[in-house]
Nanobody, 117 residues
């Protein structure tokens, strides 16, 4: 059964850091692109960062560039989001997305990140 599972969310004070993890299974789900999106209360889901699981090429939203880093462990079908210098505006549910070369996209259930001021 195809699934994408996020972990690592929690409550952190402004200026702190969190590391999110996402595991996709089966293996075929993590062979092309994986990405992080987030959705804050009252707002639409927005793109955060994307990585190609083969080349390692990355893209970031302007709002997180220089603070967040997306990384991968292709052998473990895993992608990470290292978040530093967190701001209250980063508070959102963070979702992992897997986009195989063929077939439909898959989404995780989300993990809550709350940044206190």
């Amino acid at each position: 059964q195809e699934q994408v599972v996020e972990s690592g969310g929690g409550l952190v004070e402004a200026g702190g850091s969190l590391r999110l993890s996402c595991v996709a299974s089966p293996r075929s789900l993590s062979l092309h692109d994986m990405a992080w999106f987030r959705q804050a209360p009252g707002k639409e889901r927005e793109f955060v960062a994307r990585i190609n699981m083969i080349s390692g090429s990355t893209n970031y939203a302007d709002s997180v560039k220089g603070r967040f880093t997306i990384d991968k462990d292709s052998a473990e079908n895993t992608v990470f989001l290292d978040m530093k210098t967190l701001k209250p505006g980063d508070t959102a549910i963070y979702y992992c997305n897997a986009k195989p070369l063929f077939g439909r996209e898959y989404w995780g259930q989300g993990t809550q990140v709350t940044v206190s001021s």
